[in-house]
């Protein structure tokens, strides 16, 4: 059973905000640029995954969870994808590596070959799996729960994997894994199926998303360098004016009334959580104070304080989030 869906960070949501308000000469953009194709590229291959998983149906109860962090003693971990099972709870780490992959032994080593020859050492998974292991065992023994945990990493692409001598933990392509598992003995009933419901449950009430926001402190970028304005819903262009009670693009006259909250969910992730009616003047370019309190007022953010300490929350929900083209 399937319990938790996998969803995009709201990292890439950010990053993709930081770059629209940027400008085009900045050096900073080829890092950010980066970062943005590694998380895609990473949630690709995570999305592979999971489309794959679809076709283990065993006969057993069990729970499915995509993209779970949690916290063990101020200690967040990630995991990519977990499966718990009546005997055991099995963690996969899937990397999005296009490259020829050498597993070497003695000492264990994951190296990255390219075409040219060039061979590059990565950071070693098994190690990154270990420490999830570590302290999702952890988190369970808290909450009274003591059951077997068993790593997987799984690669997204299928190129060419040469394992020296097999390592002890399990490694093989998205592909591989519904079969792989569908080989696993589950010969004890540490947990019933209301216990990994209940379980299940703990972890997705628990998950927090990491994000580094905001993140103009991340890449030391200064407040000016932003770009203020809000953007058009049809045509993408930072062209937009409050007009007439509402929202009307300069360039293609698409019109609107709520247009400003995507702008409000850029100041959250790219400058500070929280924005003042004056802040909220400056970065939709609205002139009128009153105009700015009702169109806060009706936003997702939530008013805190009087007067000239009052200020609003922004509360991020990216499901409410006006589509951009």
Known sequence: MLVKNRTKTMEIDGLIALLKRMGKGDERRTRIEERLYNLQAGFGGESQYDKYLTEFKPDFPHAILHYVTLCDDNTFFQMDSILITPAFIVISEVKNIAEKIVVKSNPLQFIK??????????????????????????????????????????????????????PNMDIMFTYEVAAHLRTLSVTQSILDKPKIHSLAQKMVKNHKEFHPFPLINKYNIHLSDIKTGVFCPICSSLSMKWEYQKWRCTSCGHTGKKEHQNALFDWSMLIRENITNKEFRYFTRLNDRHTAKRLLATSSAELTGNGRGSRYNIVLRPETKLPLS
Not at 138 to 146: D, G, H, Q
Request: without cysteine; aromatic residues 10%; proline residues 9%.
């Open 113 to 166: 070959e390219y075409p040219t020859g060039k061979r590059l050492p990565l950071k070693n998974p098994i190690v990154e799996v270990e420490r999830k292991m570590f302290h999702l065992n952890s988190w369970l023994k808290k909450r009274k729960i003591n059951i077997p945990i068993k790593g997987l990493i799984a690669f997204a692409y299928n190129n060419e994997l040469i394992i020296e001598e097999p």
